[in-house]
């Protein structure tokens, strides 16, 4: 993402005007490093209420699937609650692995592999030029299954079970 709105801020800064990118869960400074705070904010490692807030103001929510092989076997935690959400989700993971299939299933969201770099500047920068990110419809059925896992989730959360 981070090398996304630097190529845009590089290349075709009028396309982020009024786009803020809002970044959590991690120790804040890369948008410092690369001269990219005026794009995005970096809130560090939150609570997890704040975050589930965080994610339900969302315009769009970005997912990330980690390298190689998880990219066609790993379901990160986090997707099911950004499919709860409702918001469309831009997710980095290869469309035919468990998580680019599960939000095929879910709808109202696009994967893109992460060995598809033009692909994903292509969707973002067409995100930011309409304002929404285009998804597939969702489909209910299959979202109130992750709406209940979800809640399963928070209930192991607050019980100190699983930490989010």
């Known amino acids: 993402m981070y090398d ?3 190529w845009l801020h590089r290349s075709q800064p009028a396309l ?9 869960g991690f ?5 410092a490093r690369r001269g990219l705070s005026e794009h995005i904010t970096e809130l ?15 315009d769009v929510l970005f997912l990330t699937n980690g390298d190689g ?3 066609q076997l790993g379901l990160p935690g986090k997707m099911y609650e950004y499919l709860a959400t409702g918001r469309p989700v831009l997710a980095l993971t290869h469309p035919d692995g468990d998580a680019g299939r599960i939000i095929q299933q879910v709808g109202g969201g696009v994967a893109v592999a992460q060995d598809d ?4 500047l292509e969707v ?9 990110l285009p998804t597939p419809p969702r489909n209910r059925e299959a979202l109130a299954a992750f709406e209940a896992m979800d809640r399963f989730t928070e209930e192991l959360v607050q ?3 699983f930490v989010a």
């Open 69 to 71: 092989s998880r990219q």
């Open 117 to 120: 770099p033009g692909l994903l």
């Open 44 to 58: 560090g490692v939150l609570p997890h209420h704040d975050a589930v807030s965080l994610m339900h103001s969302a």
């Open 124 to 132: 973002i920068a067409n995100a930011c030029r309409t304002r929404r």
């Open 4 to 6: 996304v709105i630097d």
């Open 27 to 31: 120790e804040p400074g890369e948008a």
């Open 159 to 161: 019980a100190g079970v």
């Open 16 to 24: 982020l005007a009024g786009v803020e990118v809002v970044a959590a």
